[in-house]
Structure formats: C-alpha cells, structure tokens
C-alpha cells in the first residue's frame, strides 16, 4: 500500500510543449474534452463517424450498435470490408513505394518492404491458402519468429477470412498444444527455427510434438517458413515449405468481404482458471480502433518511423505492428531480437540508425535497461524521436522519469497506455498534444471510452478513492466472445456481482482529486510479469502435473525489473526436501513449467512445504502466501490454521 500512497502523491505535472500541441492531431485538452462530449451526446453517432471516416467499406453499414443480445455486443453489423484491403490496397494508389516495414533481424541484417510489395506477398500467401483449401472461418495458429513473413501470414488470413490466433514463439508444445485444439485450427504456419540473441530456438519440432500429442485431427497442413535452414523432421503428407506454396502463386488476390463482427483473430490469453481464454475480435469495431489510436495517441504522421517493440504474440503485436500502422499507412520497424543483444545499447542503436520518431515499449524493458546501463542511451543520437510510449504493466515513477528525461530528452511525452488484450486497443491514455503528464499515471479515458472505478455495488468513487476498473457501455474494438465458451465471457466479463451491466476489466485503480487514473493492478489471480499475463492456476496445474508433486500454490511478488516474480509453495507427495536435495528438486520443477507452459512462467523461487496454510473449509490462505513470499510480517488471522509450524517451513527459501 505504501508504494500506492507515494503514486498518488506525485506532483509532477509535465504539460506537452506549446509546439508540440500545434502540430498535433488532437490540439489541447479543450480539443480533447469536445470529441468526450461529442461522444456523450450521441453515442452511436460518435462511433458511426469515425468508421465511416476511417475505414473503408465493400457494403456501408446502417446499423452501428446492437445490445439486442447484451453482453454480446455487435457493432457495424450490416456493413462489410477487408482488413487487409483496409491495411494494403487503399494504400496503393496514394504510396505504393512508401517502404511499410523496415525489418531488422537479430544479427542486425536490415530488409525493408515497400506497401506494393508487401501487398504482392500478402497476396501471393493468400492464393497459397486458398490453394490449401483454407477458407472464411477456417482457423489458422501461427506460430512465428518476429519476421516480415509473420505479418504477410496473419495479413493473408485476413485477406481469405480466416481467423488467425497467434501463439507466443516462447510458448511450449504443451500451450502450443493446448490453443491449436481449443481452436480446431486447420493450419499451422511456423519456421524451422527463431533467432533470439545470437540463439537458434526451435519453433517446428515444437509443432511436430504438439501435433503429435493428439486431439489435433482438424490439423490438415503445417506451412514452414526457412529461416534458418536448420534440420527439421519433414512429414511430406501434411508439412509443406513456405517457399514452395507461394512459388507461382498470382501476386493478386481478390479480398474476401466479411462482414463488420466476422471474427478476424482469436488471441489466447490467461484468466483466473487454468485454461487460457480465446479472446475474439471482430474486423471493424476492431480496426477502428487500431486507426483511431495510431491517429490520436501515437499522433500518426505519414513522416513517422513507428516502432512497437512487442512480439505479434501478444494482442501489443496486433494492434500496434500488424494491423494499426498499416492500415494508416506508416512505416514500422519490425525487431526479431532482443534488447540486450550484442548489447544494452540496441534499441537506442536502433533509434539511432532508423531515425525512429515514435518508439513504444514496456516498462519491464526499460527498467531492464536502466539496470543495464542507465547512460548508454546519451551514445547515441536520439533526437529523431517525438513520442514514448509504455504498456503492459504501471510504470514506476522512477523508471518515468528516466525515459522522458535520458530517452526523451525532455521533449516528447510519454504515453502510458492502459488496455488488454480484451480492450483490443488503447482504452486510458494520455494524448501527446493535450493531457498534462504525470509520471505513472495512464490519465484519462479516450473519447468514447466509458471508464470508470466502482465499489463493490457498482457505484462509482469519487475522486481521491480506489475500486473496480470498468467500462460502461460497450465499444467497437471489444471482445466479443471467448472462443467456445460464450458463458465463461459473460461470467468473467460482465458477473452478475456488479449487476451483469458494465465491463468488469479485472484491474484495481484508483483516482486522483485531478481525476487522472493510476492503475493497482489485478484483482483476479493473474500475474503480470514483464508485461506478459500468467495465471497463478496455469502455473499450479503445470507443477502439480509433476509426478513428484502433491499440491502447489503460486503467487506473485513484486521485482525490480520484471514487475511481478513467480513465488511457488510446493508439498511433495515424498518428504519435504532440504538442503542439496531441495535445491536440485526446485531447479527441476522450474525447468518443468518451462517445458509445460513457456520460459516466461517459470518460477523466480520456489519453497517446500508439508503442507499449505488452508481455512477450515480447505481454501489455500494465498493472502497470507503473500505476505509469506514478501516476506512481510504475518498480520493475517492464522488461528484457524490446521498445523501453524508449516507457516516456518515455508519462511525458508530453499538454500
Ligand atoms: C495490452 C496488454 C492486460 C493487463 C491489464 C493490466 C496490465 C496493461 C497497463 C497495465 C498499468 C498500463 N496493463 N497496460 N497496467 N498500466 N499502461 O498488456 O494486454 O497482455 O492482455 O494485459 O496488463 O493489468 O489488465 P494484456
């Protein structure tokens, strides 16, 4: 709480610069506050403007919102369009030679892709689907490096109607495993290998095994793109090489028009189950507000070098690289390695060399950074850039600090864009030329964004107060259902606790007397570390999983860099182990969830216990595991503890 209460007394006011407001596409808070009221007055009209205004429609809609079967919202419903017409053909006329993706590999290697190109190979990918028979509503998991080709393959699904769902490089077999079934997907398209750091990592065997586990059926081809040439088992009866596919392929291809609700991507991502969540998206709500954004909070320029580090695994990935910046035309930086590889200095190198101008990234990254070297950032020439920007997780006001004042050089604002993977694009955030900054604080709501801080009633809070994070009527980039599982959506998005009415986010906020909002965090049992979502029971179900494992708690910690660590409570089904023993046993229960989830899950600490802290009806104490794990004072009652000596047990890191 004590770090809270600092955050709400920050005085730092930081106003964009009077020339910056100029040139801006939302010119002050006046010019902010009138598209809110616009938005107030007629609701619909609002929206209906701006999707008229900004993307372009096979068949115009008539209807704009439809709550006829609420919380399943629709939007646009009548109208019809292409995502990736929207993204490439209306670009053709006006700039077909404007470079549209400047790829940078990990060994540094640069390969740019103008928008006509681009749009032949989109093109020529599509006509390889179709030529796999892979049609409008067909689902298609792509599991790729960060490359030219893993936007031409999401672009070409788009293009068909097929609902591309992505999968996190990093994610094991088992996860990998567990999305293509959920997903009935009928295609797999990955590489041999990914470049991370000077590292090869397989992606193909980890689809050979995924495939092999079973229950993959729907599965009827797996496209793979050589990256690296590496060796890699072949199954001639499914498996087919990219390369191959598209040789001979037309490099035209007529989109598919879908209409405005077909769904254009499912992203799994984790909730308070053990079970990811297949969040959907619609095509038009969706794009609208990847433009609006690109437009209002990135202060979209055709003279910008638009880079969003985040991997297209992830929903930042979506917006923000595949479908935002082209669909307004930019040119974009695509990254496949890592920020620390040859060196701390890449990113700024980049900046440097690709004279970035608008540069988004996540907190953890720059607190990895600052640990890394907090003046290599003054080597380089850094004066192409205009604005910041930061997602993920709350930024720390230090870490602010240091980004506008040795990244930004105190020129260009910060914005700290709150949304999810749910939200599909940025719901509270400053905008550049109008919000007064302060540092770790995501401001105020985008015009047409209903958000606000309720109490456990629904009511909302006044200013000074904390609560729920919702949004009060529904939006065209929303989640529209979670894929399979239409009840789970309403369960998890909409409960009845708060009267079934307002979208519950799952975050705790709080605002200050000027109104700004300053995220807590969540409120449900979801990690958040570096950025990336973890379920505590995902990681519970992969260690219990463990043949040497009886029982298992996870819960979060907060880390310097990472935001969150994992902290896990293990019982054995054997004696609990010490010393040598126990540290052997740890690094194998790590090196386990690696395999069963991903690297990113795997546990900062784990400690043994005989037992775990449960309440008389058998509920875990996770509270008290907090504390615990903090290793905080133990204030909680613990007097309906079964056997409180397990409580010392588990004050033991393992040695
Ligand atoms: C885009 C993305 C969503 C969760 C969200 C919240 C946290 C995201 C934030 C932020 C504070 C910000 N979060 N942005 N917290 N300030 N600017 O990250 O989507 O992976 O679904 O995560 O991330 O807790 O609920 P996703």
Not at 181 to 191: H, K, L, M, N, Q
Not at 391 to 407: C, D, K, L, Q, R
Not at 442 to 458: H, Q, R
Request: charged content about 25%; glycine content about 10%.
């Amino acid at each position: 709480m004590a770090a809270i209460e600092s955050v709400l007394q920050e005085k730092r006011v930081f106003p964009p610069s009077e020339a910056f407001a100029k040139q801006a596409n939302i010119k002050g808070m006046d010019a902010y506050l009138a598209l809110c009221k616009e938005a107030e007055q007629d609701y619909e009209g609002f929206w209906a403007r701006h999707a008229r205004e900004q993307l372009t429609w096979h068949k115009p809609f008539t209807q704009v919102l439809d709550e006829s079967n609420a919380p399943f919202y629709r939007w646009f419903a009548d109208g019809m369009l292409n995502a990736s017409y929207n993204c490439l053909d209306r670009h053709l006329s006006t700039q077909p030679d404007k470079t549209a993706i400047i790829f940078e590999a990990d060994d540094g290697k640069v390969t740019r892709v103008s928008y006509r190109e681009l749009y032949r190979r989109v093109c020529q990918f599509a006509n390889g689907l179709k030529s796999l028979k892979i049609r409008k509503g067909d689902r298609v998991v792509i599991y790729m490096p960060m490359s030219i080709e893993a936007i031409v393959a999401m672009q070409a699904c788009a293009r068909i109607g097929a609902t591309h769902s992505v999968v996190f490089g990093g994610f094991s077999s088992k996860s990998l495993h567990e999305r293509i079934t959920d997903a009935g997907a009928c295609a797999v398209i990955t590489a041999d290998e990914q470049m991370r750091g000077g590292r090869a990592i397989p992606l193909k065997p980890a689809v050979d095994e995924a495939l092999g586990m079973g229950g993959c059926e729907s599965v009827k081809t797996v496209v793979v793109y050589k990256r690296t040439g590496a060796n890699v088992a072949w199954h001639a009866a499914r498996d087919i090489w990219w390369h191959d596919l598209v040789n001979g392929q037309a490099d035209t291809c007529e989109p598919e028009w879908v209409e405005a609700e077909h769904p254009l991507f499912l992203l799994y991502t984790s909730g308070s189950t053990g079970k990811p969540k297949g969040v959907q998206h619609s095509t038009g709500g969706y794009l609208l507000q990847a433009i609006l954004t690109m437009r209002w909070v990135f202060d979209y320029k055709p003279s910008d070098i638009f880079w969003c580090t985040a991997d297209v695994g992830w929903v930042t990935g979506h917006t923000y690289i595949a479908y935002g910046p082209l669909a307004v035309g930019a040119t974009e930086i695509v990254f496949e390695g890592v920020p620390t590889y040859p060196d701390a200095g890449r990113f700024w190198k980049m900046i440097q060399d690709h004279k970035v101008t608008v540069f988004y990234t996540a907190p953890t990254a720059i607190r990895s950074l600052i640990k890394a070297g907090a003046d290599l950032p003054k080597k380089y020439d850094l004066s192409s850039l205009r604005i910041l920007g930061t997602v993920g997780e709350p930024i720390n006001p230090e870490a602010w600090m240091w980004y506008y004042e040795t990244v930004g050089n105190k020129r260009c604002p910060i914005v700290d864009t709150w949304w999810q993977t749910e939200t599909g694009g940025h719901m509270i955030t400053p905008l550049p030329g109008a919000t007064p900054l302060k540092p770790g604080s995501c401001t105020f709501p985008l015009p047409g964004i209903m958000a606000d801080i309720v109490d456990e009633t629904g009511q909302s809070v006044e200013k000074g107060k904390g609560g729920f994070l919702v949004i009060k009527r529904p939006w065209p980039s929303m989640i529209r259902t979670i894929w399979g599982d239409p009840e789970r959506f309403k369960k998890s998005y909409y409960p009845s606790d708060f009267g079934g009415k307002y979208y519950l986010a799952g975050d705790g906020a709080n605002r200050d007397m000027d109104g700004y909002f300053w995220i807590v965090g969540r409120i449900d049992d979801v990690l958040n570390v570096s950025g990336h979502r973890l379920g505590t029971m995902e990681i519970e179900s992969a260690l219990v999983a463990n043949p040497l494992v009886a029982e298992a708690a996870v819960v979060g910690r907060p880390h310097e860099v990472k935001g969150e660590a994992v902290v896990a409570f293990v019982v054995l089904k054997g004696p609990r182990p010490s010393g040598e023993e126990a540290q052997k046993v740890a690094n194998q229960l790590r090196e386990w969830v690696g395999k069963e989830i991903g690297p990113i899950a795997k546990p900062d600490e784990i400690r043994f216990g005989d037992n775990l802290p449960k309440t008389r009806s058998g509920k875990i104490m996770r509270r008290l595991l907090r504390s615990i794990a903090r290793g905080e004072e133990i204030t909680q009652d613990v007097s309906t503890l079964e056997n409180p000596a397990i409580l010392e047990q588990l004050k033991q890191p393992v040695q």
